[in-house]
């Protein structure tokens, strides 16, 4: 493992992500129903308008690891397309490393490094490194600085093996960890990732998951991850925004999302005596009963911690059995997606 | 702060990937030479029954040196981007096209860049299957010198020309997602008004004041008339302008097509 902090390279930019008030809207047209409709629609369309992201405010410390996070449709993507200065904001404020995006696009381009999903920028008829060497041209990268991050990130991302492969015969692992470091070859500040490991396997997923930590706490990097994986989330993630429909739902630490939605257990309970008559303690529900098997959640905003809950109900019954099951973050997560969108 | 020149290996982009795939090698000579044989024989067959007679101003030399050298330019735009999806519809469907906006080199830019390394290493390739033919006899050399530097300008333009055809056609691609029918008809258009299938002055009087009102004839048929002598050194000169005024509207048109375009990246690009 690489040690020290920004060995190889020199981040210039200060890393920071301010957004406020940001909104975009999109216009587009429409088919009526029908023939008829159709028709019609070819001479006089339809025009309707969609908020993608409305009035979404939130900011990233230079350095910081922040997860975008929402169900599929939310804004996120539309919200880091305004980041990267692809889209223009309807209105609202955007700054990325000191510079409006969609204004200097490619002085932003300079700042930021991107990746999308499984949609690589490399060129599919050409071997990474060549990839690499056309991209050290774009961004202007010196010889001697090119050649000290691809030795880093070969050290971390074991890209040596691979990198004169054609990107068309890349393992979708080998492709994603070659797209991380192209995004990263100029150095920038500022990195979005949106969705980066999906489809991956549990072993690159870890390999890349150790890469973003490093490029974070050792490398100074500000980092902006879309992604559904919660495993992902709960690794690299210590602040959270959370916006659904397009509206920030939540901006807080994960302690916080777990306190606000995922403050649910259960309580599985086998009464030694299977006729013994039960009712709700306070803050205690029986979620469920079969013969002598007892569910017990909690009830209401009062409601115990699991640890309490354990006590009373030992407290108050026989039980020959009793096991807890606390909600993972991908519980409190569904409940947040869907607290949210009710 | 501008891309550095260093850029140029951005038109390297094609012909590496070609010259790393040693079989797409293979195909395009075959294909090059088969057509070849074919158009030398189909144009010495017609003339075989006009007794040495020219037709359309056009004697057999005239006319199978043409048509060779037609076949010959369309290496210079038959590059295969599509089986390393790198054509701009594919960009669009597969989303990648993001990453042209998220690069301090502009989408114009890097096209332009894409576009003269295609052409160049296409023209190296006509070079090449020129010499060939002219060692074989198979075409004639121009006919004079300043016909040969005529024709070179010419060439030149008329390139210029269907790179602006070319990006507009791909342009159409941020509007409708899909250019595959306009590009099958263009190229129809491309090929027959600009003399690959046959030379124009084969055609009717109407057939060739209507394709002089449109930029494809520009871009072959006078390059190609000017070097077999078709067109006399003495009437070159305001095809040559003709050519630059093509050039001159096709790029006002396509800038404004590029600056209207990166407005519509956003809700197509995925």
């Known amino acids: 493992m690489i040690a020290g902090k920004q060995t190889s390279g020199d981040i210039q930019a200060s890393g920071d992500i301010r957004v406020r008030a940001l909104t975009k809207t999109f216009r587009s047209s429409t088919r009526r129903p029908g023939a008829l409709g159709t028709l019609r629609s070819l001479v006089n369309p339809l025009m309707v308008t969609k908020t ?7 900011s990233v410390a230079p350095g910081e690891l922040l997860a975008l996070l929402g169900p599929n449709g939310a804004g996120k993507s539309t919200t880091i397309k305004m980041l990267t200065g692809i889209l223009v904001p309807t209105s609202g404020e955007v700054s990325v490393a000191g510079v409006v995006p969609h204004r200097e696009r490619e002085r932003n381009a300079r700042n930021i490094g991107a990746v999308f999903g499984q949609r690589t920028q490399l060129w599919w008829d050409l071997p990474a490194r060549e990839s690499f060497a056309i991209l050290r041209d774009i961004y202007g990268v010196p010889e001697d600085k090119y050649r000290a991050r691809l030795e880093e990130f070969d050290e971390l991302l074991e890209l040596s093996t691979f990198w004169d ?7 979708l692992g080998q492709r994603v960890r070659c797209d991380l470091a192209a995004a990263l070859l100029h150095d920038p500040p500022v990195v979005f990732l949106d969705e980066p490991t999906i489809g991956m396997d549990v072993v690159v997923k870890e390999q890349v998951r150790g890469f973003l930590k490093y490029q974070v706490e050792e490398r100074g990097r500000t980092v902006l991850l879309t992604t559904h994986d919660m495993t992902e989330v709960s690794r690299l993630a210590e602040r959270v925004v959370l916006i659904n429909d397009g509206r920030l739902v939540m901006d807080g630490t994960l302690e916080e999302i777990r306190r606000k939605f995922g403050d649910t257990w259960l309580v599985r309970a086998t009464l030694a005596d299977p006729e013994a008559a039960v009712s709700g303690l306070p803050g205690i529900a029986v979620v469920q009963r079969e013969g002598p098997r007892v569910v017990f959640g ?3 905003p009062d409601a115990p911690t699991v640890h309490q809950a354990l006590k009373r109900v030992i407290e108050c019954y026989e039980v020959s059995d009793i096991a807890l099951e606390e909600a993972d973050l991908e519980d409190v997560m569904r409940a947040a997606y869907q607290g949210a969108g009710s | 702060m501008s891309a550095v020149p260093s850029t140029w290996r951005t038109a390297r982009i094609t012909p590496l990937g070609e010259l790393l795939a040693p079989p797409r090698i293979a195909g395009a000579v075959v294909q090059l030479t088969i057509q070849i044989v074919l158009v030398t024989a189909l144009w010495r067959g017609l003339y075989s029954g006009t007794g040495g007679q020219s037709t359309a101003g056009l004697t057999r030399e005239q006319a199978v040196s043409y048509a060779v050298l037609a076949v010959l330019a369309t290496r210079l735009r038959e590059l295969d981007r599509y089986s390393g999806r790198d054509t701009v519809i594919q960009h669009m469907h597969f989303g990648t096209i993001v990453y042209w906006f998220l690069r301090p080199l502009s989408p114009q830019r890097y096209y ?9 290493y296409g023209l190296a390739w006509a070079v090449v299957g020129y010499a060939v033919c002219l060692a074989a006899g198979v075409i004639q050399p121009p006919v004079s ?8 300008l010419s060439l030149l333009l008329g390139q210029w020309i269907l790179y602006y055809i070319m990006l507009l056609i791909d342009q159409l691609c941020f509007w409708t997602l899909r250019n595959s029918a306009a590009m099958l008809i263009l190229i129809f258009a491309q090929n027959l008004l600009s003399g690959v299938y046959a030379p124009l002055w084969y055609f009717p009087d109407w057939f060739v004041t209507l394709s002089s009102f449109l930029p494809f004839q520009a871009t072959l048929n006078v390059p190609l008339s000017v070097y077999v002598g078709r067109i006399p050194l003495a009437d070159v000169a305001p095809q040559l302008g003709l050519q630059a005024g093509w050039v001159a509207l096709l790029a006002l048109l396509t800038r404004l097509v590029w600056s209207r375009a990166a407005r519509r990246v956003v809700s197509q690009g995925g």
């Not at chain 1, 492969?165 to 393992?171: A, E, G, P, Q």
Request: proline content about 3%.
């Open chain 1, 52 to 58: 993608a992201v409305e009035d979404v405010t939130f």
């Open chain 1, 165 to 171: 492969t054609r990107v068309r015969h890349l393992s």
């Open chain 1, 298 to 300: 909690p009830d209401g």
């Open chain 2, 112 to 120: 332009a860049l894409r576009a003269l390394g295609d052409q160049l």
């Open chain 2, 145 to 152: 010198g300043g016909a040969a530097a005529a024709f070179a």
